[in-house]
Structures are given as C-alpha cells and as structure tokens.
Nanobody
Framework: QLQLVESGGGLVQPGGSLRLSCAVS???????????VGWFRRAPGKEREGVSC????????NYADSVKGRFTISRDNAKKTVYLQMNSLKPEDTAVYYC?????????????????WGQGTQVTVSS
C-alpha cells in the first residue's frame, strides 16, 4: 500500500495559476517508476472526475477535455513526486484535487484503475 500526500492547493483568482504536488511513499525498495499516477477532482455536488494522468516513465500523458491546454502533468521519479501545473484557472476548476496511483494500468482516467489515493487538497478559484 502506498501513501500519497497532495499539497499546493489554495485560493486563486480566475486566470491565475497553481502547482499541485503529490508526494508518494511506500515500503522499503519502493520506486515510483512502477506506477501510473493520475489527478482527479471532486467539485461540490459532483462525482469525482479524472483530470490528468501520466505513465510510469512519463512517456505518455492524458488530459480531460476541460483542462487540455491549461493543465500540465509531470513527474520526477527520483523525488517520488508528481506535479499538476494549473494555468488559466476558471471558477469551474474549484474542487478538491486528489492524486492516485495505479500499479496495473497505463495512463487512463478511469477511477477503477487506481489502487491508492491521497486525501486531497482544496483548490478554490474565485474573485
């Protein structure tokens, strides 16, 4: 079982930027390059939805249409950290953002593919 901790959320004005981080840890010998990692979000009154994901080596990425061109996912396996750079933020981006890891799937935004989840970080976009 992995532990994932999100950070970097906060309050930002429309058009602003935030960078979220997901620090991943595990038992002795754990290497992040064995896992696909994804970002998901849950807005008030809505189901959790996939935002972006990145393959184990970083060679492949996937983005929801709603964030394509504005968000960028990246990873640093040596630091065991995955990032989500969010630019041109909109009020509809307001949500709790979660990172999750998949040991068996490539870069998919399907929730069922992910085994371990963080507790989330709040992002609020408001003027």
């Amino acid at each position: 079982q992995l532990q994932l901790v999100e950070s970097g959320g906060g309050l930002v004005q429309p058009g602003g930027s935030l960078r979220l981080s997901c620090a991943v840890s595990g038992v002795s010998g754990f290497t992040l390059d064995s896992y696909t990692v994804g970002w998901f979000r849950r807005a008030p009154g809505k189901e959790r939805e996939g935002v972006s994901c990145i393959s184990a080596t970083g060679a492949s990425t996937n983005y929801a249409d709603s964030v394509k061109g504005r968000f960028t996912i990246s990873r640093d396996n040596a630091k065991k950290t995955v990032y989500l750079q969010m630019n041109s933020l909109k009020p509809e981006d307001t949500a709790v953002y979660y990172c999750a890891a998949s040991r068996d799937w490539g870069p998919t935004l399907r929730r069922y593919a992910y085994n371990d989840w963080g507790q989330g970080t709040q992002v609020t976009v408001s003027s």
